[in-house]
C-alpha cells in the first residue's frame, strides 16, 4: 500500500470513520488489473486514476476491467455505485468514470 493511502486510511479509522465492504469474489476478479492507457487520448489517460481509485476501494479493479458492458450497462452500473454508502464517488467522478469505461467498452468492440 502506498505511504499516503496508508495515512488517509489510518486517519479515516482514527476519526471513525467505516471502511467501505468489500465485496465479494467475483470471477471477472482474477483477470487483468491495468489496462495501458497511454495510447488513448489525454482526456482517457486523466481519468484512469480516478477510476482506478474509486473502483478499487470496493472490489479489485480487475472486476470492471474484465466486465463485458456496453455503454448503457456502465450508465446503469455506474448509477448503482455511485448509490453505494461509502463509495466516495461524487457525481462528477461518477461522470468521469463513466466516460472511462464508456470509451473503454468501444475499445473492447462493444456500443
Known amino acids: 500500500m502506498n505511504f499516503m493511502l496508508a495515512v488517509v486510511v489510518a486517519a ?4 471513525g470513520a467505516k471502511a467501505p465492504a468489500k465485496a465479494q ?4 476478479d482474477d483477470g487483468p488489473d491495468r489496462i495501458d492507457v497511454s495510447s488513448w487520448p489525454p482526456a482517457m489517460q486523466q ?3 480516478v477510476f482506478l481509485g474509486k473502483c478499487a476501494k470496493c472490489h479489485p479493479v480487475a472486476r470492471p476491467i474484465n466486465s463485458r458492458f ?4 456502465w450508465k446503469r452500473y455506474m448509477k448503482k455505485m455511485i448509490r453505494r454508502p461509502n463509495s466516495g464517488i461524487n457525481e462528477e467522478q461518477a ?6 469505461l464508456k470509451y473503454y467498452s468501444t ?3 462493444l456500443r
Open 47 to 49: 481519468r484512469y486514476p
Open 25 to 28: 469474489w467475483d470471477p471477472r
Open 107 to 109: 475499445k473492447q468492440g
Open 12 to 15: 479515516a479509522l482514527a476519526t
Open 70 to 73: 456496453d455503454a448503457a450497462e
Open 95 to 100: 461522470a468521469d468514470i463513466y466516460q472511462f
